[in-house]
């Protein structure tokens, strides 16, 4: 039986959006969830685990997503609850965050969005002003995902001082995004 | 000092962030970055914005398309209810799905017509088959006291009585029991949160779970942070708090599982132990169990006593060094009454000898659940901690001699209390053998115990020493033909 979009849900709670659009919201999303759970897992690899798990839950519960509620409000509580319990699954050998860590980072989440905002639009900027040695790291690691240990090789430098080098650019550009937001406020 | 300005090492927060950045943590890094994390919210604030830019870079640089693509597959792959990974759709659904992200990327969103399938049967139809199932109903939940309140965390969830698969609920106040519809019964106590993974497993964030796992639905698996609790045909709870799991079996048995302890590499098998009826454990973050002396029942889930006492009996400890390491004294609160299981290692039951019933005065009691193989041991002693002024009573059973601490310090008020027994099976001391066992008082009685009665008039500790002597001494050990003592305690100030 055909169903337009936007119908009732089936428990009468008030109009659900559709697939497509969901799909819409998700895809949106993506870059900001991945965020968020990149902040709450301590490593890396888990991190696209977790979102897949996300996503998921996200799918199963389209259903019940109020559009006139907030979508990312609404993604990020799925997205602690599969980061923790996530954490609980995880290997005894690998250590996580507390529990109360992972909760009050999540909690204050919601006040960094501006931060990160604000860092999309400068960040290409930023990197320009960057030093040729720390852009050509950042390009290294961030653009062809190559491991430190690589480029450490490549470019015939002591892995302590890729690391360096990256943290210097890090740093950087953290100062380079919280100027320009310090500017734009004036 | 408020928690945003408390000082902390700045410079070691910036090196364990971005070292968390470059993927270069050891494990008491990440240990370490916890706790600076949990100390301070500038801490936090930092280590955001560090976030912030290693995010964006690794997005910018690289992974929009990489994602948008992952994305893409991922939901061609999902499920309708049930594990997805690998499930594979049509190349027409998948294209589909491409193109309405591609188009979202465009900041074009798609209506109605363009998604929808030319192939032979209505993708409407499809959703609204998919919608059914993916809210499927795996349990219906109740108030078990007044005031009880809860949430799913979702759309009309607040109160909500059905219970659908994946769900979590945050029971903020009361207790609740949910029904699943495997009819086995899960009572939670707030606060508590718990997911419903699916009807034969649920996840345990925080608070606590009692499980009446229903005859045919064994395998019931209870998980936590620290351990997974297996059902093999049982009544269980489990409660976690401080990152720690207390598993408590009732009746039945469980497997505890736990994960490997060498910490090298994920290992898909861990440590496997059985518990039993009577037998109690904690499991600490680390992975090292820990023995749990005594167990209270929750309020709500005790008999339905004349008397509304409220918990009188707060601990109970004993000297006794027991083969059987994680049996636990099972104290509880308002439970004294008709039918009640008299002991931890036994299925006896407490009676009125008659059928006028139980001594009234008894009735709604704390009692204690003692372990009847203690009736031989010699040197007992057992303190019973009293939270406000009471009435302890001693049930002797009347094959045996007063001990000289009961006659000391306690009264034979006269009156008695009976048990109803079941043959003891020492392999399996929870079998009870058809016809063995009766309801209610007068009947089936098989033994007689005394009531002696000892008044506190302050709270704090009545010690308690061994059992008394057989009449007939016939060395038998734990199958002598004698009960260990029952354990009452009344408030005082409900006294006629």
Redesign the interface.
């Known amino acids: 039986?055909?169903?337009?979009?936007k119908s009732p849900?089936?428990?009468g709670?008030?109009q659900s959006l559709?697939?497509?659009?969901f799909?819409?919201q998700?895809?949106?999303s993506?870059?900001d969830l991945?965020?968020f759970i990149?902040?709450l897992v301590?490593?890396?690899v888990d991190a696209?685990d977790v979102l897949?798990e996300v996503?998921?839950?996200l799918?199963?519960?389209r259903?019940?997503?109020?559009p006139n509620?907030d979508y990312l409000r609404w993604a990020f509580?799925f997205a602690a609850?599969e980061v923790?319990?996530f954490?609980?699954?995880a290997?005894?050998?690998?250590?996580?965050?507390?529990?109360?860590?992972i909760q009050?980072?999540a909690d204050?989440?919601p006040d960094?969005i501006s931060?990160?905002e604000d860092?999309?639009l400068v960040?290409?900027r930023c990197l320009q002003k960057l030093n040729d040695t720390e852009r050509q790291v950042?390009?290294a690691?961030?653009?062809?995902?190559q491991?430190?240990k690589k480029i450490a090789n490549d470019t015939n430098t002591p892995l302590s001082t890729v690391?360096d080098t990256?943290?210097r650019a890090?740093?950087s550009?953290?100062i380079c995004?919280?100027r320009s937001q310090l500017q734009s406020s004036h | 000092m408020t928690e945003a300005s408390r000082k902390y090492d700045k410079e070691r927060l910036?090196?364990l962030t971005?070292g968390?950045?470059?993927?270069?943590?050891t494990?008491d890094d990440?240990?370490e970055?916890?706790?600076l994390?949990?100390s301070s919210?500038d801490a936090?604030?930092e280590?955001?914005?560090?976030?912030?830019?290693?995010?964006?870079?690794?997005?910018?640089?690289?992974?929009?398309s990489a994602?948008?693509d992952?994305?893409a597959k991922?939901?061609a792959g999902?499920?309708d209810?049930v594990e997805?990974r690998s499930k594979i759709l049509g190349a027409g659904r998948a294209t589909q799905?491409l193109l309405?992200?591609a188009?979202?990327?465009a900041v074009v969103?798609?209506?109605?017509g363009?998604?929808w399938s030319d192939r032979g049967k209505?993708l409407?139809?499809e959703?609204?088959e998919k919608?059914?199932r993916?809210?499927k109903t795996v349990g219906h939940l109740k108030p078990i006291v007044p005031d009880s309140a809860w949430s799913f965390?979702?759309?009309?969830g607040d109160d909500a009585t059905e219970f659908q698969?994946?769900d979590?609920i945050w029971l903020n106040e009361g207790a609740v029991e949910l029904q699943l519809v495997t009819d086995t019964v899960a009572v939670l106590e707030a606060p508590t949160i718990m997911?419903v993974v699916s009807a034969d497993r649920v996840?345990v964030?925080d608070g606590g779970v009692k499980v009446e796992v229903a005859e045919g639905a064994e395998g019931f698996s209870v998980?936590?942070?620290?351990a997974e609790v297996v059902d093999l045909g049982t009544v269980f709870s489990v409660n976690v708090g401080d990152?720690n799991t207390d598993l408590v079996v009732f009746d039945g048995a469980v497997d505890l599982k736990l994960?490997?302890?060498?910490?090298?590499?994920?290992?898909p098998d861990g440590l496997v132990k059985r518990f039993r009826a009577g037998e109690a454990v904690q499991v600490l973050d680390d992975?090292t169990l820990s023995r749990i002396v005594n167990v209270r029942q929750a309020t709500h889930q005790t008999g339905d006593g004349g008397l509304s006492a409220g918990s009188v009996i707060e601990s109970v400890k004993d000297n006794n060094v027991r083969e059987d390491f994680w049996s636990f004294y099972e104290i509880v609160p308002g439970g004294m009454r008709e039918d009640a299981g008299a002991f931890v290692d036994r299925v006896h039951q407490w009676n009125g000898t008659k059928s006028k019933g139980i001594p009234a005065y008894l009735l709604g009691g704390d009692y204690v659940k003692t372990f009847n193989d203690d009736k031989v041991v010699d040197q007992l002693r057992i303190d019973v901690m009293l939270n406000q002024p009471a009435t302890l009573y001693v049930l002797l059973d009347q094959r045996v001699s007063p001990p000289a601490w009961l006659l000391e310090s306690f009264s034979d008020t006269g009156d008695t209390i009976g048990v109803d027994e079941a043959a003891y099976h020492p392999d399996d001391p929870t079998r009870v053998p058809e016809g063995d066992l009766q309801i209610g008082p007068g009947r089936s009685i098989n033994r007689t115990h005394s009531i002696w009665k000892l008044v506190a008039e302050e709270p704090g500790v009545v010690s308690l020493g061994a059992n008394g002597l057989l009449h007939d001494v016939n060395a038998e050990g734990v199958l002598s033909q004698a009960n260990m003592y029952g354990i009452v305690a009344v408030p005082l100030k409900h006294l006629n």
């Open positions: 039986m055909a169903r337009p979009d849900a089936p428990d709670e008030g559709g697939d497509e659009a799909v819409g998700m895809t949106a993506q870059r991945r965020t990149v902040g301590p490593h890396q696209d897949q996503n998921l839950a799918w199963r519960k259903h019940l997503y109020d509620q509580g609850l923790r319990s954490r609980s699954r290997a005894r050998g690998r250590l996580w965050f507390s529990e109360s860590t009050s980072l204050e989440w960094k931060f990160l860092c999309r960040l290409a950042v390009e690691k961030y653009g062809d995902s491991s430190v690391y990256l943290s890090l740093k550009l953290r995004v919280r | 910036h090196q971005l968390k950045c470059n993927g270069a943590l494990e990440v240990s970055l916890s706790e994390l949990a919210a936090r604030d280590y955001w914005q560090f976030l912030a830019v290693h995010a964006e870079l690794d997005w910018q640089l690289n992974n929009e994602s948008t992952s994305l991922q939901i999902f499920p209810d997805p799905i309405a992200i188009a979202c990327l969103w798609f209506a109605g363009v998604l209505d409407a139809a959703q609204a919608q059914s993916v809210a965390g979702r759309p009309g698969l994946g979590t997911q996840r964030f998980e936590t942070n620290s990152g994960p490997r302890q060498d910490g090298e590499t994920e290992q992975g």
